[in-house]
Nanobody, 122 residues
Framework: QVQLAESGGGLVQAGGSLRLSCAAS????????MGWFRQAPGKEREFVAG????????NYADSVKGRFTISRDDAQSTVYLQMNSLKPEDTAVYYC???????????????WGQGTQVTVSS
């Protein structure tokens, strides 16, 4: 069973950058599709970015396209989210998740980290 732990969140000014990391324990990291999701207060959890097994393909929410980049390092069992040109509306708790693939919906991911807070000030 893979366990996920996010890091790298914090407070940043609008226009700034952060890189989130999600380290996975266990030996089966490479077999999972990985995703980043976020949840702002009073809102539902939403898909941000996802990456296929082996990193051959990725997908992004329209709201982050061109600003965020997802990547993975299977040797390090880690998935990253590089966030540039941050906006106040990016403020949320960010979660990484692992799943078998087939959908980018949250219900398609069975393994979740605890989340890391990202706050973007205006």
């Amino acid at each position: 069973q893979v366990q996920l732990a996010e890091s790298g969140g914090g407070l940043v000014q609008a226009g700034g950058s952060l890189r989130l990391s999600c380290a996975a324990s266990g030996r089966t990291f490479s077999s999972y599709v990985m995703g980043w999701f976020r949840q702002a207060p009073g809102k539902e959890r939403e898909f941000v970015a996802g990456i296929s097994r082996g990193g051959y393909g990725s997908n992004y929410a329209d709201s982050v396209k061109g600003r965020f980049t997802i990547s993975r390092d299977d040797a390090q069992s880690t998935v990253y989210l590089q966030m540039n040109s941050l906006k106040p509306e990016d403020t949320a708790v960010y979660y990484c998740a692992a799943g078998p693939g087939g959908t980018w919906l949250p219900q398609g991911f069975g393994l979740w980290g605890q989340g890391t807070q990202v706050t973007v000030s205006s």
